[in-house]
């Protein structure tokens, strides 16, 4: 009887682990920090953190100027419905609510006083994706 040589086992090769080095994480540059007003230089909040209401009644009348915008995406065939819309222009709609909204933002803003508007435009552009 002929001896037969047993064939080795063979094992799928091992892997190496891949070399994990660790570093320190490089330091992130440091924020400068934001100025922090005092309690004593916030006019609306008290020596207790509270919020409170000022007297403005003394100040002087001056000029100011806001500006707001905003986009409301619509999709391709609402937008060409928005002349067709059987209630009146959904723009002029639009226009109505900016203006009563600065009307009203002493109702819709915390702290703010009411303030005698002289003039209100908005002004309304269709574009491909919506309107701004």
């Given at each position: 009887m002929a001896r037969t040589k047993k064939s080795a086992k063979t094992t799928p090769a091992r892997r190496k682990k891949p070399?994990?080095?660790?570093?320190?994480?490089?330091?992130?540059?440091?924020?400068?920090?934001?100025?922090?007003?005092?309690?004593a230089e916030l006019t609306h909040i008290d020596p207790r953190?509270?919020?409170?209401?000022?007297d403005v009644s003394q100040k002087p009348r001056t000029?100011?100027?806001?500006?707001?915008?905003?986009?409301?995406?619509?999709?391709?065939?609402?937008?060409?419905?928005l002349?067709?819309?059987?209630?009146?222009?959904?723009?002029e709609v639009a226009r109505t609510a900016g203006i009563m909204a600065a009307k009203r933002t002493s109702?819709?803003?915390?702290?703010?006083?009411?303030?005698?508007?002289?003039h209100v435009a908005v002004t309304l552009r269709v574009c491909e994706n919506g309107v701004s």
């Open positions: 070399v994990v080095r660790r570093t320190k994480p490089k330091a992130k540059p440091k924020a400068k920090p934001t100025p922090r007003l005092t309690n953190g509270q919020a409170r209401m000022v000029a100011r100027e806001a500006e707001a915008s905003a986009f409301v995406a619509m999709s391709p065939q609402v937008l060409r419905a002349p067709q819309n059987p209630k009146g222009d959904p723009l109702e819709l803003i915390p702290m703010c006083h009411p303030v005698p508007l002289s």
